[in-house]
């Protein structure tokens, strides 16, 4: 399936699923709209439903040439994995790779620093179901051992955890799976195949929210799931029968800012790097949740495993109130105020995880602002700021 095993990523976003016969020449896969495939006779029409449908005109719901070049090129971007499955948004890839492993009478261990709807899914959906979850502290390692029970089937990572920014120790949560014969699951929308090669690390199922650094440009909703060995025929049926398909306008955008993908990370890393350090030294800051600063939990597991950082992080006011918060954001100018990340456009939001946190507290009391550094100049960025914190200030001391 992959010819070019030996190319560096950078290179794989380009060349990655641009197969001939999908692409005639044309250098973007082009969008190939359909429901009705005609056959041309039923003899043609009775073959075509006894066989493999994988990279078959079949029926629109099988896809085409245009989300099987996505779905491809995700699948190279992860040496060793087996195949990617697309889905209508970041959610439904979630969803879809949990019920992919888990039968009801199961349960799931899923980090208390979950993405806030995969943590609805598990304890509304999945618990219908009959299938349990127990959360467990991002920075628990080989201590995730303690908490295996006979029935438990999978565990589900994610790293750096959502709005704190922990970062797990895979490695360690990975050997212990292993050894127990239990399914492992990553959400990898932060660092991406490109900081963190998931399945080459040993992971099972690696999720992205295509939404953001993929699509980049906040303008589509799309999800992956990409599998292990051994570990896609289970995905593969689980979302046939759940009915996920992706519509092909929506994966063409997904592939034309997967070509971009390589050189947008590493401006989003240069620029929230530089960021990050500036608020490190304001007085009005007490912490910056930073994979690559020292003072986020589990920094040494992101020097060790990660190839890079991206452009999302958060940090803590020293004092002020909700209301000193919400002025700091309100007089920004250049950072947006909504949901999602991994467009080109910088954002802020306030966040308060302890709402999100089960068997977790932060020992940091400061109200947080999530962070999304974009692609603009980082002077000017750094000048919207110091307006923020000006605000914030005279909201602070009333
Ligand atoms: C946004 C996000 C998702 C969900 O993606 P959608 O496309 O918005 O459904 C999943 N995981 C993480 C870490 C996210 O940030």
């Given at each position: 399936m992959n010819d070019r095993d030996d190319t560096k990523p950078a290179t794989k976003v380009v060349?990655?699923?641009?197969r001939k016969e999908w692409t005639s020449g044309i250098v973007n896969p082009p969008v190939w709209r359909a429901s009705t495939i005609l056959y041309d006779d039923v003899a043609h029409l009775r073959a075509a439903a006894g066989?493999?449908?994988?990279?078959?005109?079949?029926?629109?719901r099988r896809g085409t040439p245009t989300q099987w070049s996505l779905a491809d090129a995700l699948t190279e971007l992860e040496p060793g994995a087996e195949g990617t499955f697309l889905y209508p948004s970041g959610v439904a890839a979630v969803a879809a790779a949990l019920l992919a492993v888990l039968s009801p009478g199961d349960e799931l261990l899923l980090v208390d620093s979950a993405y806030d709807p995969t943590r609805g899914f598990a304890t509304g959906l999945l618990r219908r179901f009959g299938i349990t979850t127990s959360f467990y502290d991002p920075m628990i390692g080989t201590g995730i051992a303690d908490l295996i029970g006979p029935n438990t089937r999978a565990i589900f990572m994610e790293s750096?955890?959502?709005?704190?920014?922990e970062v797990q120790d895979i490695p360690a949560i990975v050997a212990v799976a292993k050894a127990h014969g239990i399914a492992t699951l990553l959400d990898n929308t932060w660092a991406t195949p490109l900081f963190f090669p998931a399945i080459a690390r040993g992971i099972d199922y690696t999720i992205l929210a295509c939404t953001k650094y993929v699509v980049g440009h906040s303008d589509a909703m799309l999800g992956s799931v990409t599998a292990g060995p051994g570990r896609f025929a289970a995905l593969r049926d689980t979302s046939f029968q759940l009915g996920q398909h992706v519509a092909p306008d929506d994966a063409f955008l997904g592939s034309r800012g997967l070509r971009t993908m390589a050189v947008r990370l590493r401006q989003h890393q240069e620029s929230a790097l530089a960021i990050a350090g500036w608020l490190d030294t304001r007085p009005e800051v007490s912490a910056v949740y930073h994979p690559a600063l020292p003072n986020c939990p589990g920094h040494e597991n992101f020097v060790r495993d990660f190839a890079g950082s991206s452009g999302l992080f958060s940090f803590a006011f020293a004092g002020g109130d909700d209301a000193a918060r919400t002025a700091f954001i309100d007089t920004l100018d250049l950072f947006g105020i909504g949901y999602s990340w991994g467009g080109y456009e910088s954002l802020a939001i306030p966040i308060d995880p302890q709402r999100h946190r089960s068997v977790t507290t932060r020992a940091d009391t400061g109200l947080l602002v999530r962070i999304q550094v974009g692609l603009e100049d980082t002077s000017d960025l750094i000048a919207d700021l110091e307006r923020g914190f000006a605000a914030w200030g005279a909201a602070a001391t009333v």
């Open positions: 060349t990655a699923g641009r066989r493999d449908t994988h990279h078959r005109l079949f029926y629109g750096p955890g959502s709005l704190t920014f």
